[in-house]
């Protein structure tokens, strides 16, 4: 007869502390993975990462947090009943799981919309850029339209029309500048005198500048205002210039109705 007792921990299959070391680990992962995908636009737009190794850096972030997610969410539904890592284990999984779907929704919106980074409200004589060119880099996207972009532009963006205003060319310039200054952006020219405004503004995330330029003109009886938005990066913008054009005739309008202007929208022809 022996005299030794058995371990219950020995007869277990699977250690609950090394369960709980897995879960700890699968929550480590998802939050450096979380964290990677997150840093891949700043650190590009601080320079410390070429745009190629910053883009690979997110594929890593998105495919290696969705394997982290699985991991921790399994390990936690199948063995984790409780613990001080369990919290931690639950909100890297919810962090990565978000992080991913954002960018899987850039992802979905960019094969809804056209391969094209150049809008204009005015495809038949879309404003040119001047005074934005000299900020410039080799290798920017031409500056030129491109006609090839019309009938992607006019499927895909139908709502993107010029503003048609009762009001003069001057106030209509001056409320278009008010605008401008109300979404942030970088103005480069004001030109009151040639009814042109010149700007940049940079996205959020990875901080990619683009062009812009306002043109307000006398169009018969009413005053025309077009706006063209253009990335100097890449060949999809993912609809970032069309909503571009949007807020500003958004913001425009808001500031119509407050100086009690008279505007009124008529369609493209």
């Given at each position: 007869?022996?005299?030794?007792?058995?371990?219950?921990?020995?007869?277990?299959?699977?250690?609950?502390?090394?369960?709980?070391?897995?879960?700890?680990?699968?929550?480590?992962?998802?939050?450096?993975?979380?964290?990677?995908?997150?840093?891949?636009?700043?650190?590009?737009?601080?320079?410390?990462?070429?745009?190629?190794?910053?883009?690979?850096?997110?594929?890593?972030?998105?495919?290696?947090?969705?394997?982290?997610?699985?991991l921790?969410?399994?390990?936690?539904?199948?063995?984790?009943?409780?613990?001080?890592?369990?919290?931690?284990?639950?909100?890297?999984?919810?962090?990565?799981?978000?992080?991913?779907?954002?960018?899987?929704?850039?992802?979905?919106?960019?094969?809804?919309?056209?391969?094209?980074?150049?809008?204009?409200?005015?495809?038949?004589?879309?404003?040119a850029?001047?005074?934005?060119?000299?900020?410039?880099?080799?290798?920017?996207?031409?500056?030129?339209?491109?006609?090839?972009?019309?009938?992607?532009?006019?499927?895909?963006?139908?709502?993107?029309?010029?503003?048609?205003?009762?009001?003069?060319?001057?106030?209509?310039?001056?409320?278009?500048?008010?605008?401008?200054?109300?979404?942030?952006?970088?103005?480069?020219?004001?030109?009151?005198?040639?009814?042109?405004?010149?700007?940049?503004?940079?996205?959020?995330?990875?901080?990619?500048?683009?062009?812009?330029?306002?043109?307000?003109a006398?169009?018969?009886?009413?005053?025309?205002?077009?706006?063209?938005?253009?990335?100097?990066?890449?060949?999809?913008?993912?609809?970032?210039?069309?909503?571009?054009?949007?807020?500003?005739?958004?913001?425009?309008?808001?500031?119509?109705?407050?100086?009690?202007?008279?505007?009124?929208?008529?369609?493209?022809?």
């Amino acid at each position: 007869m022996s005299d030794s007792t058995p371990d219950p921990v020995s007869d277990t299959p699977e250690p609950v502390a090394r369960i709980t070391d897995y879960a700890k680990y699968c929550a480590i992962l998802a939050a450096v993975i979380v964290l990677l995908a997150i840093l891949a636009g700043p650190l590009y737009r601080i320079g410390l990462l070429p745009l190629n190794l910053a883009f690979d850096l997110l594929k890593v972030g998105v495919i290696g947090g969705a394997i982290a997610v699985v991991l921790n969410l399994v390990t936690i539904l199948r063995h984790w009943r409780g613990g001080p890592n369990r919290a931690l284990g639950i909100s890297a999984a919810l962090a990565a799981i978000l992080v991913a779907g954002f960018i899987f929704s850039l992802y979905r919106t960019s094969q809804k919309v056209p391969a094209i980074h150049d809008i204009t409200t005015d495809t038949n004589n879309p404003p040119a850029f001047n005074a934005v060119l000299a900020d410039r880099k080799p290798g920017d996207n031409s500056p030129d339209y491109d006609p090839r972009n019309i009938p992607l532009q006019l499927e895909a963006y139908r709502d993107i029309k010029p503003l048609f205003t009762e009001s003069s060319p001057a106030d209509a310039f001056v409320m278009s500048e008010k605008a401008a200054r109300k979404l942030g952006w970088h103005l480069v020219a004001v030109k009151p005198e040639l009814g042109i405004i010149e700007a940049t503004d940079r996205t959020l995330w990875f901080g990619f500048e683009d062009d812009i330029v306002v043109r307000v003109a006398k169009d018969g009886l009413l005053t025309r205002i077009d706006i063209r938005s253009a990335s100097r990066i890449g060949d999809s913008d993912i609809a970032a210039n069309a909503n571009r054009i949007r807020r500003f005739s958004s913001e425009y309008q808001d500031f119509s109705r407050e100086g009690g202007s008279k505007r009124r929208n008529l369609p493209r022809t």
